[in-house]
């Protein structure tokens, strides 16, 4: 196949691998924990076989995402560290909001938003993956005021992490050609010179 030369590579074909599983774990887990909780979501529950099978399977997606995000962490940490650029690009989100992101710091791999999305995801995964520890107790025994602290903890994880998802796809629709990045990995230069100014130059040096 000829390489395009109007075209930058984005993403790896591991990398994009690696976050495909994750958001499909992540969809599983929030469909089938939304079923966990309150009755009315209680049909979802047939996606994975019914109660007592999502009972059983939902803490293995779990830990399944816990190990695929801490190989999309260790990818892409070095991208997401905060910068005096991302604080000022944050401080106008109105610019960013109506396409004018020329006159803004220019941004690196990920911008400002992308960076606090990822930051905050890895925060509440942790929270969720300790409490859904203490809430299994498959293999162990544990003191039930400590499982209550667990499920408040859990249910409130969950619900701050569905809403920062949600952001985040209606972001990657909004920003168009986003998801073509995480499809075939490449981006067009003009998408590149538009979003991601820094990282756009060093790709080409221009």
Known sequence: MSHDPNMLQRYSAPERINHWVVAICFVLLALSGLALFHPVFWPLTDLLGGGTWTRIIHPYIGFLMSLSFIGLFTRFRPHNRMTSNDKE??????????????????????????????????????????????????????????????VVVHAASATLLIAIILVHIYAAIWVKD?????????????????????????????
Do not use: C
């Open 89 to 150: 690009w944050l401080m106008h989100m109105g610019e960013v909001l109506k396409g004018e992101e020329g006159k803004l710091p220019e941004q690196g791999k990920f911008n400002a938003g992308q960076k606090l999305v990822f930051k905050s995801a890895a925060i509440l995964l942790v929270l969720l993956l300790i409490s859904g520890l203490v809430i299994w107790r498959a293999y162990y025994s544990l003191p039930v005021d400590l499982v209550r602290i667990a």
């Open 178 to 206: 986003t998801f073509r990045a995480m499809g075939s990995g490449k981006v067009s230069r003009a998408w590149a010179r538009q979003h991601h100014r820094a990282w756009y130059r060093d790709m080409t040096g221009k």
